[in-house]
């Protein structure tokens, strides 16, 4: 089987609610979309989903003509051919889309889902609630996590990091309304590199006072390993971070440097091959990684397969618009189906509708960094969000 | 598909394409399913009474294309204690004839079920293993030289000062048929302490441009390996033998290794990747220490830090087996058969 040829679709997508944290806590509804199609001589398609449409065609000559099935060399391929450049920005994108659209195709290939290509056992992936939620009111809150814990689900991550007195009500409310599906819900918080490490020690005891955290994420910046790593030695939690890097080289210094405890990780860090590879890595220095949220939760594919995953992120604020997909969650887990590949349709009708008639609505993924962060807390203003009345 | 049982042969003396401390017994197992495929593996002969028991309890029912799930299944049945010698490589073996059946099941040969692209791995050859005098170490190399390309070959040393200088520079001599330039790998088997590895191999280094030395004192022993290196210009070598990822953790802390060994009769194909992508985080190059019918070569395409293959054997002289690894001009070069290539004769 040889790839001939490629298809990038982009679209907007308004989502059925919004999605905010530290940095715009009031939110965005709005998401660019895009899909890479790669086609072959026998007819098949594999598909991807993320951001690397620009690209695509400086990468492609490498790949034409190739059969899929040989994945790994085509991604060191990929990678040597970027030597220079550097495997960064947009060509990273790029990179990470063909890899994955490559993955979907040797499963294709082979007729089963993608997590059986990548030996998995079962393909099984417990999940957590993750809200996205600081736009969201302490209602809308309770009911999204209740929703999920209805599902089995029995762990949260909150969006935190401008306003403690908050920020503790609602871990209280997440916690409640997970408590059905467990006596001792996992809590987690995100703060998006809103803090500094000190200040994300302060803010992080003040709340162990009253909360067990499993985790912390991203609170330092991504590369900053003194910082992590100071916060990692300062809090009981762990530190979780890794999401905003995309190679394992990127990686390599929070791992040699005891800086994290969790690794985020995701198809954008180099596609799958990258992801296994930052995962393995990983692994090997006795850490766990934890998958993503993605769209139809296709990443749970390849979740399913790492030796060190310990639960993935469940989002689910409506994005899924010209997508089927084979699974669903129960008590708790993400159960993949028999379909092969990342087990994802494309509803190509659909994907016209909005091509031709773009949504509109608030904001757009994705957003900036806030004012202060790093130095000083800028709490939202009244009415930035629904819990800070006007 | 489903596993449905084990068929391991008995002792067999007659081959000896297994390396180094394989010692000269194997065994070959055969991994039956369902679907008429039969998975192989090829192991030292102590592994017979593991390997039934793991089929027995963890194999029968299974599917072979869940490979990796299944070799950490069996890894963490293991870890309450650390798994012997004999356990890990009965695990590594049986993951080689589950990785066999993943490839036979898409007709295709292994490197490509793995992702890599048609392996040329770079070969060297390696006298490990073998007890071979002055003379036949001179006709040994230069065999591998002139009729397989070799330009690398790895010696024991370890014994008498003028007898290691006198040794190297014939394995030297007879592989500058194939370049002018042979790359050097000694392997002091652990008979030296740190310091006197240091001294040996500073001696050595002033005759001899060495690319590695492994064997060297403890392998757990990442400090004095760290001092080693610091000490001399050649790269230390360290992995040989491991069957667990977290053995290479010491070295991969304190860069104590240059080059990370992997052995996949200790810690079978599942394990290599993940070690090798480790190695990758630290680009440290990542070379395979030799395999039964050259198999190993199947897994070159598939390391982003790919070194190197030991070669013992370029081809198996046993008749118990063929493989479909050839060695062309210093590259192993695996074939397209389904699977691993191991064909039983």
């Not at chain 1, 030597?83 to 990470?96: D, I, P, T, V």
């Not at chain 2, 992508?277 to 395409?301: C, I, K, M, Q």
């Not at chain 2, 081809?315 to 118990?320: D, F, K, S, W």
């Amino acid at each position: 089987m040889k790839i001939t040829g490629y298809r990038v679709e982009q679209y907007l997508m308004k989502m059925d609610r919004l999605v905010g944290d530290a940095n715009l806590p009031s939110g965005v509804e709005m998401l660019p979309g895009s899909i890479l199609y790669l086609e072959t001589d026998e007819g098949l398609t594999g598909i991807s989903f993320g951001y690397g449409g620009g690209a695509v065609e400086g990468l492609f000559g490498l790949i034409e003509g190739a059969d899929p099935r040989e994945v790994v060399a085509l991604w060191i391929r990929m990678n040597d051919f970027l030597h220079k450049a550097g495997n960064e920005g947009a060509a990273c994108a790029a990179l990470s889309a063909i890899d994955m659209a490559l993955w979907d195709l040797k499963a294709k290939i082979a007729g089963e889902p993608l997590w059986k290509t990548l030996g998995a056992k079962e393909g099984r992936v417990k999940a957590y609630a993750s809200g996205l939620d600081y736009c969201l009111s302490d209602e809308e809150l309770f009911a999204f996590y209740r929703r999920m814990a209805e599902l089995g689900i029995d762990g949260g991550k909150l969006k935190v990091g401008l306003d403690l007195k908050a920020d503790l009500r609602r871990l209280g409310i997440m916690r409640d309304a997970l408590s059905i599906a467990s006596p001792r819900p996992v809590l987690m918080i995100d703060s998006n590199e809103y803090w500094s490490p000190k200040q994300a020690v302060r803010y992080i005891r003040r709340m162990e006072q009253h909360f067990e955290l499993r985790w912390v994420e991203e609170p330092a910046r991504r590369w900053d390993y003194h910082g992590l790593r100071l916060v990692s030695q300062q809090v009981a939690a762990k530190v979780a971070s890794g999401e905003n890097l995309h190679t394992l080289a990127d990686v390599y210094p929070l791992i040699a440097n005891q800086a994290v405890d969790v690794i985020n990780v995701w198809t954008g860090q180099s596609g799958v091959t990258g992801l296994r590879q930052i995962a393995h890595m990983a692994h090997a220095h006795g850490l766990q990684v934890s998958m993503m949220n993605a769209q139809a939760n296709y990443m749970a594919q390849i979740a399913a397969a790492l030796p060190n995953h310990n639960m993935m992120e469940v989002v689910d604020p409506g994005r899924e618009h010209c997508l089927r997909w084979d699974n669903r969650i129960e008590d708790g887990y993400i159960v993949l189906g028999d379909a092969p590949g990342f087990g994802i349709e494309i509803d190509e009708q659909k994907l016209r509708e909005l091509q031709a008639h773009p949504p509109t609505g608030r904001g757009k993924f994705p957003f900036p960094r806030r004012e202060g962060a790093g130095r000083y807390i800028v709490p939202p203003a009244p009415g930035e969000v629904p819990w800070r009345r006007g | 598909m489903k596993i449905t049982g084990v068929k391991v042969t008995r002792r067999m003396h007659e081959t000896n394409a297994l390396a180094g401390r394989l010692a000269e017994s194997c065994c070959i197992v055969m991994l039956s399913t369902d679907a008429g495929l039969t998975g192989i593996g090829i192991a030292d002969a102590g592994v017979r009474a593991p390997v039934r028991r793991l089929v027995a309890d963890m194999l029968v029912g299974a599917d072979p294309r869940s490979v990796t799930g299944i070799w950490q299944r069996m890894m963490d049945a293991q870890s309450a204690s650390h798994p012997g010698k004999v356990l890990s490589r009965a695990i590594a073996v049986l993951d080689q004839a589950l990785w066999d059946l993943k490839a036979k099941a898409n007709h295709e040969p292994l490197w490509k079920s793995l992702g890599g692209a048609p392996p040329t791995a770079n070969a060297y050859a390696s006298s490990i293993g073998l007890s071979l005098g002055d003379e036949e170490l001179s006709a040994w190399f230069l065999r591998m030289a002139r009729d397989h390309g070799l330009r690398g070959g790895k010696l024991r040393v370890g014994t008498e000062e003028s007898g290691d200088a006198r040794r190297l520079e014939r394995m030297r001599a007879a592989l500058a048929e194939a370049t002018p330039e042979p790359v050097l790998m000694i392997d002091a088997d652990h008979g030296w302490s740190v310091k006197q590895a240091i001294d040996r191999v500073r001696a050595m280094e002033q005759q001899f441009d060495l690319t590695w030395i492994e064997g060297v004192s403890r392998d757990r022993d990442a400090r004095g390996l760290k001092q080693l290196s610091d000490a001399i210009c050649g790269a230390v070598c360290v992995g040989k033998g491991f069957a667990t990822i977290g053995e290479f953790l010491p070295h991969l802390q304190r860069r104590s290794a240059d080059v990370i060994q992997i052995d996949i009769n200790t810690i079978g194909i599942t394990g290599a990747l993940q070690v090798a992508d480790a190695a990758f985080g630290l680009e440290l190059p990542v070379t395979l220490s030799a395999a039964p019918g050259n198999v190993h070569a199947h897994l070159a395409g598939v390391m982003p830090y790919f070194m190197s293959i030991e070669i013992v054997d370029p081809e198996p002289v046993t008749r118990l087996f063929t493989s479909g690894v050839r060695i062309v001009d210093g590259w192993a070069v695996a074939g397209d058969a389904p699977g691993n290539g191991l064909v039983l004769s």
